[in-house]
């Protein structure tokens, strides 16, 4: 007896396009609303789209969003006040903000988890959790530093809101 997933809902569901092919991330609009919100209006604006992941670290996070590729950018949009829950956990295929030292400096950057990291817990807020395609985010290019001391890093082909996927 095959176990059926439960049915993902368009407007909380997003697609990260890898040149390896595609990722499913289901958003956590129950932890961090306003998050969630910044990142699908990022989205739908194209933001993301041709974005490096500047900063990959082999057994915890692959961490991308920085127009500028170097760890410092971020949009236009306003930092957002942290959203920490505790009823989130970081596990891997946990989406979470990068801020800076101020928790309430979220504004475009995100993580995506390899591996469980309980001190983030409480820290950082968690925006969505990867259903489908961790494989295929394992596979991202890893290195670590701003200015490009990634040499040819891995970017975000596509990211999508699952409701305007044709």
Known sequence: MSESKPALDPEN???????QGRVVIQLRPDLAPLHVE?????????????????RVIEGFMAQGG???????????????????????????GTCGMARSQSPNSANSQFFIMFEPAPHLN??????????????????????????????NPDKIEKFSVMADAA
């Open 38 to 54: 910044q990142i699908k209006t990022l989205v739908r604006r194209g933001f993301y789209d041709g974005t490096v992941f500047h």
């Open 122 to 151: 409480g820290q950082y807020t968690i925006w969505g959790q990867v259903v489908e395609g961790m494989e295929l985010v394992d596979q991202i290019k890893r290195g670590a530093g701003g200015s490009g001391s990634v040499s």
């Open 66 to 92: 920085d127009p500028t590729g170097t760890g410092t950018g971020g949009s236009d949009m306003p930092n957002l006040r942290a959203e920490f829950s505790d009823k989130g956990r970081f596990v891997r």
């Open 13 to 19: 569901t997003l697609y990260l396009d890898l040149k």
